[in-house]
């Protein structure tokens, strides 16, 4: 199914609801679909997000993936790269060690034990791994029907109905404690971020009654805040408070003279995490050299190469005739039920497939990371790619199509030039 398709069976079985409550679920799902398929072979799955979504949308996405498989001992020190492969890889580069941390937090609310097990940050994305373990629930999550009855399943059950079950346990269970992330905020040394673009989360079950682990990545780039030395941290994860106390309009003395909610006082878990000076160890280039083809004019505007990942930012610009093309062939946009349009096509809609099937190559063509998918989210004018540590950077680097395999080096783009 291709994401026009996509679209048009979303608004099919959705109701009237706003624009921008269609444009986030849309993407948020297309996403789900797209990482399913390059997950075909993993045991996790993600969230990742394209476009701007609030925490708890992150956070309600991301619960909708929870898995009850089993969690296998980790095949690294650093869980997060167990649990967040698809981009960080699953080998901790030499940097780990000094950039993450371990044990940062616990406490106990509502016989809940809340533990900030990891963190990290490599002067882009703040990783975070915590847990909740619920101490008087003596169902473990992660525990799959298979490892329970073997190949006879009862009468009437299956596998993915067990899973489905579980889901919804662990995660009833977890509010009837009103336990879990309240409101579409952090804080950085009392410094509200709003959920930035390109985050995301995995959620799971473990072997450990009553345990649900979290693991996220948080864009800190892309709303524009930089850690370095000593930060704290707080996460609205502790008890649930009352929404209403924090309305803006009934409560201004709650938020500062930007419009951003204060550090509460309540319902926070706040842990310090050391950044030292990563910044200076992330290595920026800028290539700016323009591919123009049939569809889209394409340039890599940067590309960041960090202690712990790759980043490359794709910079779009859609041929006024192919989108006029696709729109005579295709009409304005996805329509609901009454004909109206709920959101016109753009430019991602003409050059989706082209986008989705770019990778990073060296200069022979040769894909520079087999089996890894680095496309992490495109909207009209953007795609960025996400790939894992790169300790020798080749003299070449391109975003080339790969097409059975081999790369269509007459339409790559520079990400780096032997100049």
């Known amino acids: 199914m291709n994401s026009r398709e996509f679209k048009e069976k979303l608004t099919s079985v959705t109701p009237d609801i ?53 969690v296998a001992l980790a095949a690294t020190q650093w869980h997060v790269f167990d649990s967040l492969s698809f981009m960080l890889g699953t080998t901790p580069p030499p940097a780990a060690d000094s950039l993450m941390q371990r044990n940062l937090y616990q406490d106990t609310v509502n016989h809940v034990e809340i533990t900030v097990r990891e963190a990290g940050y490599d002067g882009r994305t703040l990783l975070l791994e915590y847990s909740y373990r619920m101490l008087d629930v003596d169902t473990p999550y992660g525990v799959t029907a298979g490892e329970l009855f073997g190949e006879d399943l009862p009468e009437g059950l299956t596998a993915d109905m067990y899973v489905e079950a579980l889901k919804g346990d662990a995660q009833s269970d977890l509010q009837a404690h009103q336990v879990g992330w309240w409101i579409d905020n952090f804080w950085i040394n009392g410094k509200a971020v709003d959920m930035p673009n390109n985050s995301g989360a995995v959620v799971t079950g473990s072997g450990v009654p009553g345990e649900i682990i979290h693991t996220e990545y948080w864009r800190l780039d892309n709303e524009g805040f930089s850690l370095n030395g000593p930060v704290q941290i707080s996460l609205p994860i502790g008890e649930r408070q009352n929404l ?52 889209v004019t394409a340039k890599v505007s940067e590309a960041a ?56 190559v060296d ?57």
């Open 18 to 70: 706003p624009e921008h409550f269609h444009l986030r679920t849309e993407r948020t799902l297309e996403n789900i679909v797209l990482q399913e398929a390059q997950m075909k072979e993993s045991t996790r799955k993600a969230i990742r997000t394209a476009g701007r979504y609030s925490t708890r949308t992150v956070i309600l996405a991301a619960a909708l993936a929870v898995m009850v498989c089993a």
């Open 244 to 295: 209403a106390d924090y309305s803006k309009k009934n409560h201004p003395e709650k938020y500062d003279a930007d419009g951003s909610l204060k550090l509460p006082e309540k319902g926070i878990v706040t842990f310090t995490y050391d950044a030292k000076d990563i910044l200076s160890q992330v290595n920026i280039i800028h290539p700016e050299e323009e591919k123009v083809l049939p569809d």
């Open 305 to 360: 190469f960090s202690p712990l990942m790759t980043y490359i930012t794709l910079d779009l610009k859609v041929n006024p005739d192919a989108l006029a093309a696709f729109i005579a062939e295709n009409g304005e946009g996805a329509k609901n039920e009454a004909g109206e349009v709920m959101w016109p096509y753009g430019g991602m809609d003409v050059f989706q497939d082209w986008v989705c099937s770019l990778e990073l």
């Open 363 to 419: 200069g022979q063509g040769k894909l520079v990371f087999p089996g890894h998918a680095g496309q992490n989210g495109y909207g009209n004018e953007w795609a960025e790619f996400l790939y894992p540590y790169l300790e020798t950077i080749p003299s070449e680097l391109y975003l080339a199509p790969i097409e059975g395999g081999v790369a269509d080096m007459t339409q790559a783009i520079v990400v780096k030039s032997a100049k």
